[in-house]
């Protein structure tokens, strides 16, 4: 059993994606250890080139923050924009890959995560990423989304999406 727990913990340390830290604000000052703070964090979708989500997450300080062993609240927001051309695989546009997890970060010891699933809207051509904490035995509601209208990319020729519809002038 011990490990077992112990192989967990380890998959979990190196499984967590990667994001670049943008900045950090503090939330509450701590007498020992880091503040509390909240932390920008970006990452890119790596099945689709084009999308990039910033992400804004609790981070919990003190002596347990600092040595790794603290649990970060569920509290987090998520903003995902195009930052160039957006090529649809087959596998998304049928919605195969509905609810495929982008993004993972450990935010305890063992058994919390905040993860980020992205789904596809073909009726609207949007991408929609949702970011929300679970638990082994329970997750929490809070959670947070954010819509990616597909367009064409100037400059580029990519037209691998649908040409809006635009109305003519009166």
Same mark, same amino acid.
């Given at each position: 059993?011990?490990?077992?727990?112990?192989?967990?913990?380890?998959?979990?340390?190196?499984?967590?994606?990667?994001?670049?830290?943008?900045?950090?604000?503090?939330?509450?000052?701590?007498?020992?250890?880091?503040?509390?703070?909240?932390?920008?964090?970006?990452?890119?979708?790596?099945?689709?080139?084009?999308?990039?989500?910033?992400?804004?997450?609790?981070?919990?300080?003190?002596?347990?923050?600092?040595?790794? +062993?603290? $649990?970060?609240?569920?509290?987090? &927001? =998520?903003?995902?924009?195009?930052?160039? *051309?957006?090529?649809? @695989?087959?596998?998304?546009?049928?919605?195969?890959?509905?609810?495929?997890?982008?993004?993972?970060?450990?935010?305890?010891?063992?058994?919390?995560?905040?993860?980020?699933?992205?789904?596809?809207?073909?009726?609207?051509?949007?991408?929609?990423?949702?970011?929300?904490?679970?638990? +082994?035995? $329970?997750?929490?509601?809070?959670? &947070? =989304?954010?819509?990616?209208?597909?367009? *064409?990319?100037?400059? @580029?020729?990519?037209?691998?999406?649908?040409?809006?519809?635009?109305?003519?002038?009166?």
């Amino acid at each position: 059993m011990r490990n077992i727990l112990l192989v967990t913990v380890l998959c979990g340390l190196f499984a967590t994606a990667m994001a670049e830290e943008i900045g950090t604000v503090s939330t509450r000052f701590k007498w020992l250890g880091p503040n509390d703070k909240i932390l920008v964090e970006v990452f890119d979708d790596k099945a689709i080139p084009g999308v990039a989500c910033y992400l804004s997450r609790a981070k919990t300080g003190g002596i347990s923050g600092a040595i790794g +062993v603290a $649990e970060d609240t569920s509290d987090a &927001s =998520i903003a995902c924009r195009q930052i160039g *051309p957006v090529r649809l @695989t087959e596998e998304i546009r049928a919605g195969k890959a509905n609810g495929e997890e982008v993004f993972k970060k450990r935010t305890s010891l063992i058994f919390k995560s905040m993860q980020v699933v992205r789904f596809y809207d073909p009726r609207r051509n949007v991408l929609i990423y949702l970011t929300y904490s679970d638990r +082994v035995i $329970e997750g929490s509601p809070k959670n &947070s =989304i954010s819509v990616v209208p597909v367009q *064409p990319w100037p400059g @580029t020729g990519a037209t691998d999406t649908r040409t809006p519809v635009v109305a003519p002038n009166p």
